[in-house]
């Protein structure tokens, strides 16, 4: 299996713009988490879906951030509009169960200037 | 109260030696645990995971479980260079909770 797979892998965009972050998780796996990572913050779970329905968006900051699973085999995190501090590294991890081991994409590098 | 908490450190410890690594958790309905590698600018990935109280051993590594105690703990032996990284303790119950990591570095 490929692995999850996001992109793009990084993105450097000026604050104001729109910001679209995609995932693939990995073929059969039933969730779909959105992570963010920062120095300060540390790993902070934004939302999850659970058969492409999401069942938890306690974790997104602000109404600027939204999520979509159209199908089990695509999910977009975007952002609009970007703020310098939404610059992070954004991860997307699927897992087979909720309770099981979770298996993370490379993530993507976004930087708003 | 954060759900994980892991002392972030750094932890230094020599090569040869034995790594000690701990997590505390607050909710005593968590069914499994786990740890994670993360290599500075890389992803999180599967260390090992635990979810009966006692020890598990897996070649360098051996995860701790205490249940009674709410905590867990990750033991790796023969300390390599190779090992510096931060690891992640979570947790998994009602939801999937990560501590903030723990930065560990094996000095060759």
């Known amino acids: 299996d490929a692995g999850v797979i996001q992109s793009p892998r990084h993105e450097v965009t000026e604050m104001g713009q729109e910001v679209t972050l995609r995932c693939k998780p990995i073929s059969g796996h039933d969730y779909l988490f959105w992570y963010r990572q920062t120095m300060m913050r540390g790993l902070e779970l934004l939302i999850y879906f659970n058969n492409n329905v999401p069942i938890d968006d306690s974790g997104m900051p602000e109404d600027r951030f939204s999520a979509k699973m159209p199908n089990a085999s695509f999910s977009t995190l975007k952002i609009q509009p970007s703020e310098p501090r939404d610059s992070a590294v954004y991860f997307c991890?699927?897992?087979?169960?909720?309770?099981?081991?979770?298996?993370f994409g490379p993530g993507t590098r976004l930087l708003v200037l | 109260q954060k759900e994980v908490e892991q002392n972030s450190g750094p932890l230094s410890v020599p090569e040869g030696a034995i790594a000690s690594l701990n997590c505390t958790y607050s909710?005593?309905?968590?069914?499994?645990f786990f740890w994670y590698r993360q290599y500075s600018g890389k992803s999180p990935e599967l260390i090992m995971f635990i979810y009966s109280n006692g020890d598990k051993e897996d070649g360098r590594f051996t995860a701790q479980l205490n249940k009674a105690s709410q905590y867990v703990s990750l033991l790796i032996r023969d300390s390599q260079p190779s090992d510096s990284a931060t690891y992640l303790c979570?947790?998994?119950?009602?939801?999937?909770?990560f501590g903030t990591g723990t930065s560990l570095t094996v000095i060759p």
């Open positions: 991890a699927s897992s087979l169960g909720g309770s099981e081991t979770q298996y």
């Open positions: 909710d005593r309905g968590s069914q499994s």
């Open positions: 979570a947790v998994s119950g009602n939801q999937f909770y």
